[in-house]
């Protein structure tokens, strides 16, 4: 539990409301894995407006369930904020769409969903 997340700061935030734990962990496999989608489709379409939105929009959340790759997606927005086009961002992306990927699934086992 909690390896590839974790909870502490979803649970100082809900100040003992599970309710809302459970609306937040919702919202993040709902949002992360679709918004992650269309980051990896932005980046492979050279789509620096769409990758910079995608990247942007997950921060918070990322952030927020301490996934441990806040510094590179930001790199990846950065990419898209600054249309880096001679520079490769496949590396980055590759670890924020795994870490997703691992924080979904641990998610869904430990909370039953």
């Known amino acids: 539990m909690e390896t590839h ?8 935030l809900a100040d003992g409301d599970e309710d809302f734990v459970m609306a937040l962990v919702s919202a993040f496999l709902e949002e992360v894995p679709e918004d992650a989608a269309r980051l990896k489709k932005a980046v492979a379409e050279n789509d620096f407006y769409t990758t910079y939105q995608a990247a942007h929009k997950m921060k918070p959340t990322v952030d927020l369930f301490e996934l441990g790759v806040l510094n590179d997606l930001i790199e990846v927005q950065d ?12 590396d980055k992306l590759d670890i924020v769409l795994a870490a997703v990927e691992n924080a979904s ?3 869904k086992t430990d909370f039953n969903i």
């Open 105 to 107: 699934e641990e998610i």
């Open 5 to 12: 997340y974790k909870l502490f700061r979803v649970r100082e």
């Open 79 to 90: 990419w898209g904020k600054f249309e880096k086009k001679g520079e490769d961002i496949s």
